[in-house]
């Protein structure tokens, strides 16, 4: 008990002396091996090659309230998407902008007058692509498409295709979801955000099949982030708030494409109600123990987005039952 005590004193003196990261602190400033802050938010995380690679949206600049919106309409210019590396998912090195905005191109969708969130990346085997789905918006948030980049390697550069309105429907919030066979499932918040909707992408990801399904009917949630454990599959979500926190909820079923049960809050302990004031955006499962993933969320800083802090907790799987718990500071076990 004593050596590992004196060993994990050891490790985060070292960790001090070398500007590491040895632990993960939910909601304080996470500086990348540069020492600079993460610029990553409503970001996912795409494994490859036993490197983990990062994206997110890129918030820099004033945030300013886009009049006569009748909500909290908050917003920074578009900044485009991040790109980071990391092997132990503490230490984060800046591979640099895998999307670029563009400026002053009001017809373009990835214009710092536009909305770019949620980026999400997968790689497809038979291409050799990684392509990226986004959430491409106006500044009033009425034009609700998903926009799809792609490039040769990880870190980009990502280069923009266009954007849709999936099969027609609006879409806002969304993530992918390789499933094990390959195949990619696109999950977007739709019909003004009163219902989920999980589209199949087609083999090379850069559309979409006529493959659909609507679930949690008229449950208003936002902000999906799914996973699979033990041949089910998950989905966390966030209710209706902008960028205040509420209460997340999971719902699972048996198959990709089959009914989507909501089950309730994952969080417990203090402020469970309030998801620990943040916003689920992404669940990594972890290696070494089947039963443990990460939740990634975000806690928005609404008058001042760019301040906006990560929020990654610990999800255990306790009788196939997603719960996650306040650690104020914690190490994710990557394991091989
Ligand atoms: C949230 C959404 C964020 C952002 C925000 C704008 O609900 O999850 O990604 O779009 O609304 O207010």
């Known amino acids: 008990m004593r050596i590992l005590v004196l060993s994990l004193f050891l490790i985060a003196f070292l960790g001090i002396v070398k500007g590491q990261e040895n632990f993960i602190k939910p909601g304080e400033v996470w500086k990348d091996i540069d020492g600079k802050p993460i610029n990553a938010h409503g970001a996912g995380i795409m494994e490859h090659k036993g490197t983990y690679y990062l994206y997110g949206e890129i918030k820099e600049g004033n945030t300013w309230l886009v009049p006569d919106q009748g909500w909290e309409c908050y917003r920074v210019p578009a900044g485009g998407v991040s790109c980071y590396s990391s092997k132990d998912l503490l230490n984060w090195k800046y591979e ?86 390959g195949k990619v499932y696109h999950f977007y918040s739709s019909e003004e955000n009163s219902t989920m ?93 089947k039963n443990s993933f990460v939740y990634l969320g975000d806690r928005w800083n609404k008058l001042d987005l760019k301040d906006s802090r990560i929020v990654w907790l610990p999800l255990e799987m306790k009788d196939g039952k997603p719960e996650i718990n306040w650690k104020a500071s914690w190490i994710p076990i990557t394991g091989k």
Request: aromatic letters at 10%; hydrophobic letters at 30%.
């Open 96 to 181: 640099g902008v895998a999307l670029a905005a563009t400026t002053n191109d009001p017809t373009s969708d990835i214009d710092t007058g536009k909305v770019i969130e949620r980026p999400k990346v997968v790689y497809n085997k038979s291409t050799g692509k990684f392509v990226m789905w986004m959430h491409i918006d106006s500044k009033d948030y009425s034009y609700a498409r998903s926009g799809v980049a792609v490039s040769d390697s990880p870190n980009g550069p990502f280069v923009y295709i266009n954007s849709i309105r999936p099969n027609g429907n609006m879409a806002r919030d969304m993530t992918l979801f390789q499933d094990d066979d």
């Open 197 to 289: 909707h999980m589209s199949l992408l087609t083999d090379d990801y850069l559309s979409h099949t006529k493959t659909e399904k609507r679930i949690l009917i008229n449950q208003s949630r936002e902000s999906p982030a799914v996973f699979k454990y033990n041949k089910k599959y998950y989905v966390i979500t966030s209710g209706t708030t902008g960028w205040s926190p509420n209460p997340a909820s999971y719902a699972v079923a048996d198959s990709v494409l089959g009914e989507w049960t909501n089950l309730g809050n994952p969080c417990i302990g203090n402020d469970a109600d309030k998801t620990f004031h943040s916003q689920s955006t992404y669940v990594l499962p972890l290696k070494n123990n």
